[in-house]
């Protein structure tokens, strides 16, 4: 069967977006391939800096026949069902239908007799369709032309035929260019143009070529050698994924070479030398393999093999990293010039929010907050304070402008540099983390307190002025935040009670209030991904005041593992009953049955016994809980079940004595509110 | 190639005129093969701006069917880049050499790496890359797609195709090209220090520098843009050139069909020099970030009420129509 060849050779494609483009074209042809009926063996899209490419493998050489029959409207139909049904069938006149009888009369049949067409027809409107709706995330116009394309477009390479024959052109145009079975090779080694015939030469030409198609095979090339030099004079390659993928997207020819940076450097800390190296100039760094420490060389990827061995190429890539490297220890060594907390009042002119005030009216409050949290953790107040007042400073300094993704680290370093306490420094970098869901959370105390404050701060504020996340938009991250509250609470075992924390810092109580239900919503997100029941969440937090996210954790911990075991199911299966009983009775009776019980109407002992048993498991429920002992407060609940089952077993609650049954209702009552020193059981399913 | 011609007509003074010794024999060398292609070889605009792109001839030339294919030096101010000329590459005046080629030539990346092997940058040692660079300028209301042109790591132009400008699609598309000139040159003579260029190309004691030429003015004007500049002033000149502007705009319609405009050109003046007095207003620090935004839209609307005047006018393509 035959094969399909596709190249898009164009002007330079951005490096990030062809991993994308690739999947898209073998999508979109292949989709389109399938729905007209053109069921094709294998497809392998691939992408350079210069072009796109597409071979799918045992095209079908002509689309299966297609016969199918279309009923019309009845004979004498009005003309505007006629004329519709012609339109449908795309019949010429009624006369080419057939007509056919059924139990209501004559009616009008058409039968469609396709004939499939040659699949190099169909995919030569198929491909300039994919083109002019090709879903690259930016195009273009060029030229006085109106098409659209990640940038200009040159040439189109597409052919199809068996592997047995010379395969023909599949023809068509787009927007000038007319499609053909030439390409050209590297932009500088090999730029003469050449015929293709399939998918085999062009790959084996290209590569003559000096064009590697395959990113995949570009990247590993790339990696080995990398490794090799770096191997070879005793060093690592510090690797990484991402630059080596973009790398792989910016050459068509990949050539490795080593270049060499002043020793002199190696004083800036490793983190600064790595971001100006990576970010700036898409180059790789090593390090010793004994000491980890990085050295003063670099890993470059060029282009093309040049006339003289690399060497121009080296030497332009070593000035510009010792310009770079340069001005990054400039910047450094400048930064060291200026201590954190002088940096200070320049923040009293760095509006955080129009309406949240300046940066400096943001770190006094972090501060204040700070020193509230400080014995709730457990941290030393005075350190908890400072490393507050010190954490956003970085944010002035020169590394950090150049490099935002070095924020927090470089404030480590520099409070390092001027000798602050260990745990102030950690917290400079420490109290941004968790940064996502695979962050690690901080565990120094003081650590600990900066980060809860830092979050609390800004969480409270965008509620205060009213501009909470809806929907898909969260521009200030504060789902992030909350959640990153929630996972330094929960995975230290604090005890935070966040409604107390929330009314120092936000005066409207329903500003707080509404803050308190997003953090309940974000730990049910959060416990839920965990694998934990949403009912049982909603359980425990229906009951009032849960506003300490450590014990409402163990608290639905507890609950689940009670609710596995046989006695958790039974008195589970026991409230139901209860409650229904009393749902109906009270729908019934228009009145509610909340009151006490009298003790003295009590008749059968397994009311008596019942009762009993509720104060008994209430008393010890409730003491349980206020040791925060969940699991003995559910062991509590299920000395309850044999009373429950025996009640339900002997005790008729419907009895004809008015007050009798109002007394076993009120009994029953007793249940619902007895389970509830441990959870809302009516928000629990099954 | 333009340099052995050079070299064939005048034997004496040829090392002086060589690109990759002398900052004014790369210019000459770039307008030379710009000028041989057949762009109009332009003098720089008479007035600050903070890049070549606000030259007319780029701004509102990129604008309407006509063809347009020119190139010139343009002085660019910046001032918040003024580093006192302490550091040896940042400058809050320095020279881009523009190119615009309307509507974009088919070979306009050959012409551009032809451009370079005139200067004396060889393809076949050097690796040239092109790097993702999307342009926008919010003041201008303009924005592109291109790269950024890499020479062995090192970024010396800016290659852009012109979507829109002053918020009208460009139709045919221009083609920009921009050169750091004084990068460029730092790169072919080898020096890591803007100020170490050799600015004549000679070596005997009528050798002049860079920074004979420039060191000087660096110092003062960063001291001006951001110490001393009259901020009162600039506010006041910020109001006069917007009201300016909008005033020639208003003034220059032929008639109340708005089909002709008869003064795009000096109000678009009006709107370059409201953009300076901004930037310099920025670098004193006496805008706030909020107050920022509000005065790039400012020079955003003038910018796109002068783009709209100029489609008006002949240059534009607008078809004359009776006074």
């Known amino acids: ?686 | 190639m333009a340099e052995a011609k050079l070299r064939a007509s005048d034997g004496t003074h040829q090392s002086n005129l060589d690109p990759s010794r002398s900052f004014q024999g790369l210019i000459f060398a770039m307008q030379q093969y710009w000028a041989n292609w057949g762009c109009v070889i332009l003098q720089p605009y008479d007035m600050e701006v903070g890049a070549g792109t606000f030259h007319p001839a780029t701004t509102l030339r990129a604008l309407g069917p006509k063809p347009w294919n020119a190139a010139y030096v343009q002085p660019s101010r910046r001032p918040k880049d003024g580093r006192y000329g302490e550091n040896p590459n940042r400058l809050q005046h320095y020279y881009q050499f523009q190119v615009i080629l309307k509507p974009s030539p088919p070979d306009i990346q050959d012409l551009y790496l032809s451009s370079l092997k005139a200067i004396g940058i060889d393809p076949e040692i050097h690796d040239i890359r092109f790097v993702e660079d999307d342009w926008e300028s919010p003041t201008l209301g303009a924005w592109g797609l291109g790269w950024e042109c890499w020479c062995d790591g090192m970024e010396v132009s800016q290659f852009t195709y012109f979507q829109q400008v002053a918020g009208f699609e460009c139709s045919p598309v221009a083609g920009e090209l921009t050169y750091g000139l004084e990068r460029l040159a730092m790169y072919v003579q080898g020096v890591d220090n803007a100020f170490a260029l050799n600015f004549n190309g000679r070596d005997d004691d009528k050798k002049v520098t860079y920074g004979d030429v420039f060191l000087q003015a660096e110092q003062e004007y960063s001291r001006h843009n951001f110490e001393f500049a009259d901020t009162a002033m600039l506010f006041e000149q910020f109001k006069m050139a917007e009201a300016a502007c909008q005033k020639y705009l208003g003034a220059g319609w032929a008639n109340g069909k708005k089909q002709r405009h008869l003064m795009a050109l000096p109000a678009y003046d009006q709107c370059i020099k409201a953009s300076h007095v901004f930037n310099l207003l920025d670098a004193r620090g006496v805008i706030s970030a909020t107050e920022r935004q509000s005065y790039i839209l400012r020079v955003r609307e003038l910018a796109k009420a002068c783009g709209e005047a100029w489609l008006a006018t002949e240059g534009g393509g607008a078809a004359s129509v009776a006074r």
């Not at chain 1, 392998?44 to 210069?50: D, E, L, Q, S, V």
């Not at chain 1, 229904?580 to 009311?607: F, S």
């Not at chain 1, 609650?653 to 007895?674: F, G």
């Open chain 1, 1 to 686: 069967m035959p094969d399909l060849l596709l190249e898009f050779l164009s002007e330079e494609i951005p490096a990030r977006m062809q991993a994308r483009a690739v999947e898209d074209l073998r999508k979109l042809i292949t989709d389109r391939l399938v729905a007209a009926g053109l069921v094709y063996e294998g497809a392998k899209a691939f992408a350079t800096p210069r072009r796109l490419a597409l071979s799918v493998r045992g095209v079908p050489a002509r689309q299966p026949d297609i016969k199918e029959e279309k009923k019309g409207p009845r004979v004498g139909a009005p003309d505007g069902a006629i004329a519709g049904f012609l339109k449908a069938a795309r019949l010429k006149s009624i006369k080419e239908a057939k007509v056919q009888a059924d139990k209501k009369g004559d009616f009008y049949l058409a039968v469609i007799d396709r004939r499939g067409r040659p699949a190099i027809d169909v995919i030569a409107e198929m491909i300039p369709e994919v083109a002019q709706t090709f879903p690259w995330p930016k195009s273009m116009r060029w030229g006085s032309g109106r098409f659209n394309w990640v940038r200009p477009l040159h040439s189109i390479v597409a052919t199809f035929g068996p592997e047995t024959e010379e395969p023909e052109i599949v023809r068509f145009e787009i927007d000038g260019i007319k499609s053909g079975d030439q390409t050209r090779g590297h932009r500088f080694m090999a730029p003469a143009p050449f015929t293709v015939r399939r998918f085999d030469d062009y790959v084996a030409k290209l590569e003559n070529a000096k064009v590697v198609l395959d990113p995949a095979r570009r990247a590993d090339m790339i990696l080995a050698d990398a490794k090799n030099l770096a191997f070879a004079q005793g060093y690592e390659l510090v690797e990484d994924e991402g630059l080596l993928a973009e790398v792989a997207g910016l050459v068509e020819w990949p050539v490795t070479l080593m270049g060499t940076f002043n020793e002199t450097f190696l004083a800036i800390p490793g983190e600064v030398i790595r971001a100006t190296i990576h970010n700036n100039q898409k180059c790789f760094v090593l390090r010793d393999t004994q000491t980890t420490k990085l050295i003063n060389k670099f890993i470059l990827v060029a282009n093309e093999e040049a006339a003289d061995g690399g060497k121009a190429i080296i030497a332009g890539n070593e000035r510009v990293i010792r310009a770079r490297l340069s001005d990054a220890k400039f910047f450094y060594e400048t930064d060291l010039k200026m201590r954190l907390e002088d940096r200070l009042p320049k923040f009293n002119q760095i509006v955080f929010h129009e309406k949240l005030g300046t940066q400096a009216d943001r770190i006094t409050r972090i501060m204040a907050l700070a020193g509230q949290l400080a014995p709730i953790v457990g941290a030393d107040r005075v350190n908890a304070e400072r490393a507050a007042q010190l954490c956003k400073a970085d944010l002035l300094t020169e590394v950090v402008g150049e490099f935002p993704e070095l924020q927090g680290l470089m404030g480590r370093y520099y409070a390092e540099a001027q000798n602050e306490d260990e745990e102030i420094a950690r917290a400079c970098e420490d109290h941004y983390k968790p940064k996502g869901p695979d962050d690690l959370v901080p565990a120094d105390p003081v650590s600990v307190v900066v980060a809860l404050a830092d979050k609390i701060d800004t969480l409270a504020g965008f509620w205060v002025i009213d501009e909470k996340p809806t929907g898909s938009k969260d521009p200030y991250a504060l789902r992030r935040a909350a959640l990153g509250v929630i996972r330094i609470v929960v995975d230290n075992r604090l005890r935070l009670p966040l409604k107390k924390v929330f009314q120092k810092v936000i005066k409207k109580s329903s500003a707080s209030n509404d803050l308190l239900a997003f953090f309940v919503d974000r730990l049910k997100v959060q416990l839920r991904e965990q694998g934990a029941r949403h009912d049982l969440v909603d359980a425990v937090f229906a009951l009032e005041g849960q506003d300490d996210l450590l014990m409402i954790v163990q608290r639905v911990d507890a609950l689940g593992k009670f609710l596995d075991s046989d006695d958790g199911k039974n008195l589970l299966a026991g409230y139901k009953r209860a409650t229904n009983i009393i749902r109906i009775e009270e729908k019934k009776d228009k009145r509610h049955y909340t009151a006490a019980p009298d003790t003295k109407r009590y008749q059968l002992p397994e009311e008596k016994a019942l009762a009993d048993a509720i104060v008994v498991a209430k008393k010890e429920a409730s003491s349980a809980v206020d040791k925060e002992d969940f699991a003995a407060a559910m062991r509590a609940m299920a000395r309850l079940r044999p009373r429950v089952d025996a009640f339900f077993d002997e005790v008729t609650v419907n009895v004809d004595d008015k007050d009798l049954r109002e007394n076993r209702l009120k009994l029953l009552n007793q249940i619902r509110e007895a389970t509830r020193a441990v959870a809302d059981f009516s928000k629990i399913e099954g």
